[in-house]
């Protein structure tokens, strides 16, 4: 009776009398349950492999996480890198390179449920730096649309847009530490596709090292001319539901997420299951972690089959090796080179010996301290 008595106090407002409840009134208890059921609904239709509910508890704890580490008598007062830890972040681990050696300029974009950018454009009233877009045109069309066209309505804030063209990176941002602060304003940055492959060398490397400023390719033709609304939708189409990601040589790539703050647990979940489809579906992904800049790494996902293929292959490969660099030269196994191995097959079947005297010798040596152990363990025995 204890138990439950304690369990009522937790779940419903303090005891009143039953009578005094009209019928049919929304009870604290009745809506927390509708709550859970509405929850669960929800957490029904994973997208992949990976339940929603795991997704779910690895989002509340990187909270948890974050809300314990601000809340720490232990924190540096200095420390100016709270909104960096904030940061959310999927680790993706590949079987193999994800691009192989091809160097790819050119960013992935993953269908997202909840846009990066709009709640980004409106925390940066509050933040350090400015929420900015660049937006570069071809020369010819930079005129024919305005920052204005991209004022969308239903956002609490503006998107500040700022247009630019191809002549004013080779004129006016020629320098490179004029072209390198006016870079570093953004935190978007578009580019007509058919200017887009101009600007490894118009905007330099060091554009490419950052999500941020690795420029994106949007549409702006129809029917090979210049169209305004083409180019709008396609803006919108990035800012509303598109998540940019890096594709390194490597087998680990980074997805950057967004801050906690900006999302509902749910919203992140959404997000987060979008972005396993896509890499579980077009990669041989052997295991995915989620976390913040400072907080423990959370495993999502592993596939053990993958890990097993990789072991497998290792001894194989391993054994392999073994077995192929050993040659038998007049009854002792002997260990060669690729180079040497070439030789023999070339060299005088009665001449073998002594082309590689220095390899039979050096294998004799070997195995000699290993044929002495057991004969030295028989004369202690006798000796016993």
């Not at 449920?113 to 925390?123: C, F, G, M, Q, T």
């Not at 998107?159 to 006016?172: F, N, Q, S, W």
């Amino acid at each position: 009776m204890g138990k439950k008595s304690r369990s009522n106090s937790k779940k419903s407002t303090p005891v009143a009398s039953p009578a005094g409840t009209p019928a049919g009134t929304p009870t604290k208890k009745l809506k927390a349950k509708q709550k859970t059921k509405s929850l669960l609904k929800k957490a029904v239709p994973s997208l992949t492999s990976v339940p929603r509910e795991r997704i779910l508890n690895s989002v509340q704890q990187l909270r948890k996480f974050q809300d314990a580490s601000k809340n720490s008598d232990s924190r540096n007062l200095l420390d100016d890198s709270e909104e960096l830890n904030e940061s959310i972040q999927l680790i993706v681990v590949n079987n193999t390179s994800f691009s192989g050696s091809e160097k790819n300029f050119k960013l992935k974009l993953i269908d997202v449920k909840h846009s990066l950018y709009r709640p980004w454009n409106e925390a940066s009233e509050t933040s350090v730096k400015d929420f900015k877009v660049l937006l570069i045109l071809k020369d010819s069309d930079v005129s024919k649309v305005s920052v204005d066209d991209f004022v969308l309505s239903g956002d609490e804030r503006d998107v500040p847009v700022e247009l630019i063209c191809g002549r004013d990176l080779k004129t006016k941002y020629k320098a490179y530490e004029a072209r390198r602060a006016f870079i570093s304003e953004f935190s978007l940055i578009l580019a007509d596709d058919n200017v887009v492959t101009t600007l490894p060398k118009l905007l330099g490397g060091k554009a490419y090292s950052k999500l941020e400023t690795t420029p994106i390719g949007v549409r702006a033709y129809a029917n090979k001319q210049f169209s305004k609304k083409t180019l709008i939708n396609s803006f919108l189409k990035v800012y509303s539901s598109r998540l940019p990601v890096k594709i390194p040589r490597g087998t680990t790539a980074n997805v950057h997420l967004g801050k906690l703050q900006w999302f509902k647990d749910e919203e992140l979940v959404d997000n987060i299951e979008q972005v396993l489809k896509t890499f579980l579906d077009g990669y041989k992904i052997r295991s995915v972690f989620v976390k913040c800049n400072d907080s423990p790494v959370l495993p999502l996902y592993y596939n053990q089959k993958v890990l097993e293929e990789i072991s497998a292959t290792k001894d194989v490969a391993a054994n392999g090796a073994a077995e192929k660099q050993l040659v038998e030269i007049g009854g002792v196994p002997v260990e060669l080179s690729t180079f040497d191995k070439a030789l023999l097959e070339i060299a005088n079947p009665d001449e073998v010996q002594d082309i590689f005297a220095k390899n039979i010798n050096a294998a004799k040596r070997k195995k000699s301290p290993e044929e002495e152990e057991p004969e030295s363990n028989v004369v202690k025995k006798a000796k016993n």
